[in-house]
């Protein structure tokens, strides 16, 4: 049995390659809110590693693509949506 998980996080964003820009206007720039959906491999509290490819076997997770490692302090909610049987 595996859970599947929605983790909604805090992201960088910037350095979008529109040209100059007056200073007032970059000191307005928030964080990016992120979405991301898989299966949760780990969690503490320097990490959560989410990985949304996955494969299973015997209903074991065995191997995984794409993994997404987000410090803690980044994430904002973590979610259970689905389990696997």
Known sequence: ???IYCVVWHDAQGGANVGWRDIKELKTLKPAI??????VLHQDEYKLIICPHVLLEEGELTEGD??????TSWVTS????????
Do not use: C, N
Request: glycine share 4%.
């Open 1 to 3: 049995m595996v859970d």
């Open 66 to 71: 794409a993994e997404l490692v987000i410090p």
């Open 34 to 39: 992120a979405v991301s959906v898989g299966a």
């Open 78 to 85: 973590l979610t259970k949506i689905y389990t696997l049987e």
